[in-house]
């Protein structure tokens, strides 16, 4: 997973708001199969490895209404082919309904949503050696999922995540593609590897296929949802040190407001999506 390593700036850690959190709690747990790391009265912090945070859910009573921007799903990047294969498998069997399973040339997936309609990509990625490029644009394809070949790679039921699960990227609606590109381009520094029509494009830092994708499909012209409504409170991009974190402080200050929290960086995409600039720990 180099492209999630100290080397390479990438997506890191996912905070939510979401309406039951004994719900979700149970769905995070033992449908997707994260463990509890910490928890309290209104917040849940989830784990793989069981010592890093990874997603935290936060207890809110205010629903997102659409269309809005903000999150259109957030990927979990699990290490190997079988391990997606023992995911779809306890999916299938706890009966609890997909919503696709697709191969993307670079990656092979399964969505879902989580009780509050959050979605949810679960993949695994091909060697990069294997990944089409054309000059800088990656090709990435959406085809049908070859479920019974996936399936020969299963080797049991899956009870949690593989430790080293990581959030492979996370995929956001925005209500400008313009705006959103100059933001994550210029900004934040990501190549733009892919653009799909005028309705998306995919991002990322070191060659991957994508850490970040934009999509206007349901979003164009959208607001932002209230505040504390279920969906996204923020998504974070770690850095390896503090001079390149610092260098993009300061370019996204040219487009949007920086605060400081807790030896943090957050700013807000031209589209409300808020992102915390982090440091390796």
């Known amino acids: 997973m180099k492209f999630h390593s100290e080397t390479v700036p990438h997506t890191s850690e996912l905070h939510l708001f979401v309406s039951d959190l004994n719900r979700s709690t149970h769905f995070y747990k033992e449908m997707i199969g994260f ?48 391990h997606l294969a023992n995911v779809l498998t306890h999916l299938l069997s706890t009966g609890y309904p997909l919503q696709g399973a697709s191969d993307h040339d670079v990656s092979e997936a399964i969505y879902l949503g989580d009780p509050d309609g959050n979605g949810i990509e679960i993949y695994a990625d ?18 049908a999922l070859n479920v019974e070949e996936l399936m020969k790679k299963a080797s049991g039921g899956m009870k949690e995540l593989p ?14 593609l313009k705006e959103a590109k100059d933001f994550y381009q210029k900004g934040l520094g990501l190549q733009i590897v892919s653009q799909i029509g005028h309705d998306a494009i995919f991002a990322s830092y070191g060659g991957y296929h994508h850490h970040i994708g934009l999509n206007t499909w349901q979003s164009a012209g ?14 974070s991009i770690v850095f390896k040190n503090n001079l390149e974190r610092n260098k993009r402080v300061e370019q996204v200050k040219k487009f949007s407001n920086v605060w400081e929290k807790d030896e943090d960086f957050y700013t807000n995409d031209p589209s409300g999506n808020m992102i915390r600039l982090s440091l390796k720990k």
């Open 126 to 143: 091909r060697p990069a050696n294997e990944w089409n490029w054309e000059e800088d644009q990656v090709v990435m394809t959406t085809k």
């Open 35 to 82: 463990k509890i790391l910490m928890k309290s009265n209104d917040t849940v912090v989830f784990t793989t490895n069981g010592k890093t945070p990874l997603l935290t859910i936060e207890e809110s009573s205010r629903i997102r209404s659409y269309p809005s921007t903000g999150l259109y799903h957030f990927a979990l990047l699990v290490p190997e082919r079988k």
């Open 163 to 176: 430790e080293n699960t990581v959030l492979g990227h996370v995929h956001l609606q925005v209500s400008d």
């Open 222 to 235: 959208a607001l932002p949802p209230a505040e504390k409504s279920t969906g996204l409170k923020w998504f």
